[in-house]
């Protein structure tokens, strides 16, 4: 059974945010491995490429053609913000490093948060497809993580020592020394093994999926994590900030796992 959502106006978005995901990462699929324009951001490690920009294109475009009125918050700058009850948080393309060079780790990351009057805004839908492998992550709030048909469960390991962890380090690893490498010199030395595979969004659904038992990061933005945080936490995982407290919709800190293994990993990271 796919991931069904009874909810009326959550079920309209669920289905809009998954074809655009699969449009976006059509084009994906198409330029990968031809020839690019490759532009550079903030720092001269982290790039920008056509194909990025003509993602989140596409994607705002079907938002705001399908007129909901919803806010957009897309990781190259279109679309528009508002205070509107939903929120669209889109990365076009999660691994442009990746993509750039040829390898074959790269998505489409869209989240939905819905504000409640007085409250504060709830993850509701999040949807990730790797366009190469064809999988696409999706999960609704209350309604589980789906990978297609087939509903996704963190892995069972309460042992860090035979975890598989990932992590990633930030594009101002060469100037910043919050650089990350403290901790991942304790992982590595308490893990089974650690990944440095260069997608967020995709580390989060390999933790959902039971791929990996773990995954850090720090530096991230709502766009790498909007989709992912939903889909572990409806897998039973869990996402927190580095001192085991509420997952930071920012970003800027990111510990998810199993759960179970999840105080062993906060033991290990430096701050
Ligand atoms: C990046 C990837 C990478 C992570 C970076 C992110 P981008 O996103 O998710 O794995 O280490 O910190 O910014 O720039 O490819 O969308
Ligand atoms: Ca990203
Ligand atoms: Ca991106």
Same mark, same amino acid.
């Given at each position: ?22 449009r976006a990462g059509a084009i994906q699929r198409e330029r990968y491995e031809t020839g690019l324009t490759i532009d550079t951001k903030s720092a001269t490690i982290d790039l920008v490429t056509e194909v ?47 993509? *750039?060079? $040829? #390898? ?6 869209? =989240? ?5 009057? !007085?409250?504060?805004?709830? &993850? ?63 992982v590595v030395k308490t893990a089974r093994g650690i990944r440095r595979d260069g997608s967020a969004a995709l580390d ?21 994590? *909007?989709? $992912? #945080? ?6 039973? =995982? ?5 001192? !085991?407290?509420?997952?930071? &919709? ?22």
């Open positions: 059974m796919p991931l069904s959502v009874h909810d009326p106006d959550l079920s309209h978005r669920l289905t809009l945010a998954r074809m655009l995901a699969r990025d920009r003509a993602c989140e294109a596409l994607i705002v475009d079907g938002i705001e053609s399908a007129d909901l009125g919803d806010a957009i918050l897309a990781e190259e700058g279109h679309g528009e913000d508002s205070n509107a009850p939903y929120r669209w948080i889109i990365d076009p393309l999660d691994g442009t490093t990746n993509f *750039a060079h $040829g #390898f074959p780790r790269f998505c489409v990351s869209i =989240g939905i948060e819905r504000t409640k009057p !007085g409250a504060e805004p709830e &993850r509701v839908i999040g949807i990730v497809y790797d366009p190469l492998l064809d999988e696409c992550f999706e999960a609704a709030l209350g309604e589980g993580a789906f990978l297609g048909e087939r509903r996704l469960h963190v892995t069972q390991e309460d042992d860090l020592g035979r975890s598989l962890v990932a992590t990633g380090f930030s594009y101002d690893v060469h100037e910043s020394d919050d650089d990350n490498l403290a901790s991942f010199r304790n989060l659904c390999y933790v959902a999926a039971g791929r990996l038992d773990a995954y850090w990061e720090l530096k991230l933005h709502p766009w790498d994590v *909007a989709a $992912g #945080f939903l889909i572990v936490e409806e897998a039973g =995982g869990r996402v927190t900030d580095l001192r !085991g407290g509420p997952a930071d &919709r920012s970003g800027r800190e990111v510990v998810s796992s199993n759960a179970r293994v999840h105080d062993a990993l906060l033991a290990q990271l430096a701050f």
